[in-house]
């Protein structure tokens, strides 16, 4: 950050707006982003020890925690975590579904919004989808819980319409749980495509269509390609929420489902056991950053594009 750049920030937002914007973004980035991430990793490094014992002889730091997620207690006749591996690798293949899912229903929609002329039918539509969003998210996945229940609106208009003779376990099956994380992060996917979308040339487009291109080509020549920015951030944001979700999984899950978020909950709150939680919570952090980037590597996209 060079001399010209910060004066003309100052010059732009004033001596008064652009200190406190310095000092607010450094302190959400530094109190609440970086020191808790740097306590969490210190924790996963130590001992469980009860009080007395910290800053003692035994408050060492050590691996145990990590080679327990790997290789599990000591006497695993298995040889290796077996449970909570399987509910890690879960958890981050269901994330990246409900990405995806999200991604394929959302990117029409941004595209309408983008490209329409701004009349009321467009911020009916906007304004459709955030009204619902004035309810607390617990109360939303109770509300899925019920409609994809035994007795819920689901079953019970595809048993009148004569689909099915008995309702189906969408709990068990995890459709709930899909359907509700991607419901709750759906406007996270949407409005960064949208922002993107609303500044293309619609020239570009109508150029395209009076040359032939067809719909799917425009949308592959120009339109995505243009909206990659908007795309990645909407992708990384769902992607990480939607793995280190807890509440929709606690509430939508079924008997036989588990999220690793889950996991580390047992362990802070649970077993009390904050280093363990720790180590769990560092290496679900670590995984899904390293899987964000890259894939954004692969794409071509880079931190400066989502940042536009």
Not at 170 to 182: K, P
Request: aromatic share 14%; proline share 5%; net charge neutral.
């Amino acid at each position: 950050m060079d001399a010209g750049f910060i004066k003309e920030f100052f010059k732009r937002n004033g001596v008064g707006m652009g200190w406190f914007l310095i000092i607010a973004v450094g302190f959400w980035v530094v109190v609440l982003i970086i020191l808790p991430q740097i306590s969490m990793f210190d924790f996963s490094f130590r001992n469980d020890l009860p009080p007395p014992e910290i800053g003692g002889p035994k408050d060492v730091y050590t691996l145990k925690n990590y080679q327990y997620l790997i290789f599990g207690a000591d006497g695993n006749p298995d040889g290796y975590n077996k449970t909570d591996l399987a509910v890690f690798g879960k958890t981050l293949l269901a994330a990246a579904f409900v990405t995806i899912l999200d991604l394929v229903l959302c990117y029409p929609i941004a595209y309408y919004l983008g490209q329409s002329t701004g009349g009321g039918m467009a911020r009916l539509f906007v304004l459709l989808l955030i009204i619902p969003y004035w309810i607390n998210e617990i109360l939303r996945a109770f509300a899925f819980r019920i409609i994809f229940g035994d007795s819920g609106v689901i079953n019970e208009m595809l048993m009148v319409i004569g689909i099915i003779d008995n309702p189906i376990d969408f709990v068990r099956e995890n459709i709930a749980l899909y359907a509700g994380l991607g419901y709750a992060y759906i406007l996270l996917m949407i409005f960064p495509m949208y922002n993107v979308i609303e500044s293309l040339d619609r020239n570009q487009i109508e150029a395209a269509r009076d040359m032939g291109a067809s719909w799917i080509k425009i949308h592959r020549r120009i339109v995505i390609p243009y909206a990659k920015p908007g795309i990645s951030s909407g992708c990384t944001m769902v992607f990480m929420l939607s793995a280190g979700a807890l509440a929709a999984p606690q509430i939508l899950g079924g008997p036989s489902s588990l999220w690793f978020t889950q996991i580390i909950y047992q362990w802070f709150n649970q077993s009390v056991n904050w280093p363990q939680g720790s180590a769990f919570a560092a290496v679900l952090l670590v995984t899904c950053i390293i899987i964000v980037l890259g894939v954004m590597r692969l794409f071509n996209v880079n931190m400066g594009d989502i940042g536009k």
